[in-house]
């Protein structure tokens, strides 16, 4: 049974128009990653250099004081500051589902014209859990009658772009502000959206359409490389997201054994430099490799450094020839985990 219906660009129902001015992120991302083609599409992304993670390694979120015996390559800083390590409790506005608390708090950043930093520290917070959905009619009755769920949609031009909510307080200001209240909330997982709109005529999402500065436009073609290059499951990030347990550790190892993707940062400071990995220490100088969920992770920190694929057999081998790595710093922008190396055993166990 579908549960989404697909509307053609002549279909006149809509639940508000963008304004003109409102401009969705560049899907290249930032301009030392990749390039944007002439015709404002996203060119394919720069070759991305072999990197032996073992090689000179800079400093990143929580360096301690470098040694002058010893100085590290320095990692440029942050645009934005790393957040909790733990995702905040979602309140459910709408009773049985919470709410999305960390794609909420992505989203009350923006003030005024939203930056690239801040639409893709949107974007990878929405690849957590779940989103509300606003559907026209009654959507348990249309489900009991096998019938398709017309989603709430918005235009911009001859542009169709369907519309989602971090929660059901967000979702009830769109009811609000239209007065149009023969309408239902669901709540859907996010991967599960983002296919119907990669499936459909729409142009993207429009995230909170009616909370003022605190909303935003993410094009279909930024969809399309967060699904790309996401986890079909989004496991870690899932685990991550979720409250903390003595099982969180053990189902991220897991993950990561049975294929998660992940990627590490690169960067050269200078022309013919060294190539570095970004590793984070902590303030009695423990090192941590610092890996991540997803590309946008990385490039949501606005480090300029670049994202390379790293395979869980040259993770193993690389904790394996460093006894003095202490272990891994999953998601640095948070929320993040720390995996000590007796967490990492099973990981470990695939350099033997």
């Known amino acids: ?106 989203l009350a950043e923006i003030t005024g014209q939203p930056e690239t930093p801040q639409l893709l520290n949107v974007a990878r917070q929405l690849l957590q859990g779940h989103v509300f959905l606003r559907v026209k009619g009654d959507a348990r009755a249309l489900l009991a009658e096998g019938k398709d769920l017309p989603l709430a949609i918005a235009t911009r031009g001859e542009e169709q772009l369907v519309l989602a909510y971090s929660s059901g307080q967000a979702l009830t200001k769109s009811v609000e502000a239209d007065g149009d209240r023969d309408t239902s909330a669901m709540g859907q997982p996010v991967m599960a959206l983002l296919r119907h709109v990669l499936g459909g005529p729409y142009a993207g999402v429009v995230l909170d359409p009616a909370s003022d500065d605190a909303r935003a436009v993410l094009p279909a073609a930024l969809l399309e490389r967060m699904v790309s290059e996401a986890d079909e499951e989004l496991r870690v990030k899932t685990a991550l997201s979720e409250k903390r347990t003595e099982e969180t550790a053990s189902t991220i190892v897991s993950a990561v054994v049975d294929g998660a993707p992940l990627w590490i940062a690169v960067n050269q400071t200078e022309e013919g430099g060294p190539v570095g990995v970004a590793e984070s220490r902590s303030a009695t100088g423990e090192r941590f490799l610092e890996v991540f969920s997803h590309p946008l992770e990385l490039l949501a920190l606005g480090r300029g450094d670049q994202p390379v694929p790293l395979k869980v057999e040259q993770l193993a081998k690389a904790l394996a020839s460093d006894e003095e790595l202490t272990g891994l710093l999953v998601d640095p922008a948070g929320p993040w985990i720390r995996l000590s190396r007796t967490e990492l055993a099973p990981v470990l166990a695939l350099a033997e």
């Open 1 to 106: 049974m579908a549960l989404f219906s697909r509307r053609n660009k002549s279909d006149d129902r809509a639940d508000t128009t963008i304004e003109p001015g409102e401009q969705p992120v560049d899907p290249a991302g930032p301009s030392d990653v990749t390039d944007s083609a002439d015709d404002g599409t996203a060119a394919a992304a720069a070759p991305t250099p072999s990197v032996n993670i073992s090689t000179s390694s800079f400093r990143g979120v929580g360096a301690a004081p470098e040694a002058p015996s010893a100085p590290p390559v320095a990692a440029r800083p942050s645009a934005r500051q790393p957040g909790p390590m733990e995702a905040p409790e979602g309140f459910e506005s709408v009773p049985g589902l919470r709410d999305n608390a960390l794609l909420a708090m992505a």
